[in-house]
Structure formats: C-alpha cells, structure tokens
C-alpha cells in the first residue's frame, strides 16, 4: 500500500496550491479519503473529506469556502484545492485512506505547505 503526497511548497498569502495523493496497492473506490494537516506544536487536525464514491465532502470550519476535496477513481487519485491561502494553513499535509468494514487505515509521508511573504 502506497500514499503519495505531492505538489506542497511555499506560497503567498492570498495564494493557491493542489495537493495530489497518488495511491496504489489497494481498492481506491471502496475507501473514505481524507487530508489532515500538522502545524509545528499542533495536534493532527482533519481538514477534508471525501466518500469512495466521491458524492460527500465535509470540512473543518476553518477551510470552509477556500479548500476543495475530490477525487478521481480511474486516476486512484485525491485532490486538495487551497485558494485563498493564510499563514496559519502552514503545516505538513497528510492523506490518509480509510475503511471501517474490515477496519484499514492509510498515510501517507505528507507534503509541507507554508504560506509567507
């Protein structure tokens, strides 16, 4: 099983990155696909999700309006879409694939994003 984040760096205030997450070994459609993000000295927090079939997202408060989740199932892909960066989106951003029927838990090596002038 693989996760492979890509596509972080350093952006401006105001900015916009994509975040893909390339994934292998396993039934992409069949799991929940998730991004979460650590700041330095901060617990893991979840930032977006997306059901297999890709119908239902949700997010924390904190992104609502400026983040996008998606995936594409032929691609065995998930997406973040950040616009409307802040310096307080600083973190490393991880993808997590998840399942609760039999119970599996994916991640990722995750993929630093910093947002400064």
């Known amino acids: 099983v693989q996760l492979v984040e890509s596509g972080g760096g350093l952006v401006q205030p105001g900015g916009s990155l994509r975040l893909s997450c390339a994934a292998s070994g396993f039934t992409f459609s069949r799991y929940a696909m998730r991004w979460y993000r650590q700041a330095p000295g901060k617990e893991r927090e979840l930032v977006a999700a997306?059901?297999?079939?890709?119908?239902?997202?949700n997010y924390a408060d904190s992104v609502k309006g400026r983040f996008t989740i998606s995936r594409d199932n032929a691609k065995n892909t998930v997406y973040l879409q950040m616009n409307s960066l802040k310096p307080e989106d600083t973190a490393v951003y991880y993808c997590?694939?998840?399942?609760?029927?039999?119970?599996?838990?994916?991640w990722g090596q995750g993929t630093q994003v910093t947002v400064s002038s």
């Open positions: 997590n694939a998840a399942r609760a029927y039999p119970k599996a838990d994916y």
């Open positions: 997306i059901v297999g079939a890709g119908g239902s997202t």
